[in-house]
């Protein structure tokens, strides 16, 4: 058992070396790019965290704006370890969004745990649909998932267009290309200025 133990927390280590080294490596060619570009690599990293990190509002936001990429990187690493390349989170990620709109404009005065419950579910079913179209093909047809899935994101980013710039145009924009904001009982709370979906994906 303890020889294990030790490979283990060798093959951890070389797996942290590994990542740090490519964030080190990716910084370190950033850094090229701007000097050549006239900047300061250093004042601009000090920007990036004042604009992520400077305030409470700002930590709130750069939570926000993690979330969708935290839960989509975890459903990606699903079908990476199964060795399917699924290049399709993007048009998965809109068709679940379509699916949680679609409760809402069907069934809009749901109460709040309810229609959370219900968003939750359409919203998986409708990736889960998207992302069944390649896998079909692909066990049945052999085609290649990466470019079949990477297609499909054109396909939903186009459906999505159609519904902002027409069937589901919100009346109340003033003619402005986009769809209704959800109502506040088909909203996440919040605690502390923080939006309670962090909770979630972890």
């Not at 942290?16 to 090229?32: F, K």
């Not at 990036?48 to 993690?66: D, L, N, P, W």
């Not at 399709?88 to 809402?104: C, D, I, K, S, Y």
Request: charged fraction near 15%; glycine fraction near 6%.
């Amino acid at each position: 058992d303890a020889p294990y133990r030790k490979k283990r927390c060798s093959q951890t280590r070389e797996k942290i070396v590994v990542r740090l080294s490519a964030v080190l490596a990716a910084l370190a060619v950033a850094s090229v790019i701007v000097v050549f570009a006239g900047a300061n690599p250093i004042e601009l990293y000090i920007g990036i965290v004042q604009g992520c990190f400077g305030s409470h509002y700002r930590f709130a936001a750069t939570i926000e704006k993690m979330v969708p990429l935290l839960v989509l990187s975890l459903g990606v690493l699903v079908a990476f370890k199964m060795r399917f390349w699924n290049i399709g989170a993007e048009g998965q990620f809109l068709m679940g969004a379509v699916g949680t709109t679609l409760v809402v404009r069907l069934l809009p005065d749901l109460p709040l745990p309810l229609m959370l419950v219900l968003m939750i579910i359409v919203s998986f079913l409708f990736g889960a649909v998207w992302l069944m179209i390649p896998a079909f093909f692909k066990a049945r047809f052999g085609t290649n998932e990466t470019l079949f899935t990477l297609m499909l994101n054109y396909i939903a980013l186009t459906l999505v267009t159609a519904l902002q710039y027409d069937f589901w145009k919100d009346p109340a924009a003033n003619g402005m290309p986009k769809i209704a904001n959800l109502p506040e009982n088909a909203l996440l709370p919040s605690a502390g200025g923080f939006n309670l979906s962090i909770l979630m994906a972890v």
